[in-house]
């Protein structure tokens, strides 16, 4: 019984390293044209480039998230549960949006808040 235990923790473990290296190859691939915003400790990383935000969460714990996104002065203008999947993402457009700081923010199924702020939009 412990062994079958040990195989399934062994497999997940190989899962999860597989999902974070193909992460890390793909934010590789765009790291001459696309800005970094945020990362935190490497499990959320925001990338903005051509007004195109990109959200993406390397879920290695499977917690449940919602992220929610706010315009300058407070209005949500975008709220969604993701789910718990291992890898986690979302593409937002802006180009017809007005240039400002927009908040990013990420809660956790533990009810832990993450905010990060990301400078887009074209119009004035």
Avoid: C
């Avoid at 696309?34 to 959200?55: L, W």
């Avoid at 291992?86 to 400002?100: E, I, M, N, P």
């Amino acid at each position: 019984m412990y062994h079958k235990h040990l195989i399934h923790t062994t497999m997940k473990t190989v899962k999860t390293m597989i999902t974070a290296f193909m992460l890390l190859t793909f934010m590789a691939n765009f790291a001459n044209d696309v800005k970094v915003i945020a990362t935190n400790d490497g499990d959320v990383t925001i990338t903005e480039d051509n007004e195109q935000v990109q959200v993406s969460i390397l879920n290695t714990n499977n917690a449940s998230y919602t992220l929610a996104v706010y315009s300058e002065d407070g209005e949500l203008l975008y709220k969604e549960r993701l789910g718990n999947a291992t890898s986690l993402g979302k593409t937002f457009d802006f180009t017809s949006s007005v240039a400002g700081t927009y908040k990013f923010k990420l809660i956790d199924g533990a009810g832990n808040v993450s905010s990060y702020k990301v400078k887009t939009g074209s119009r004035s």
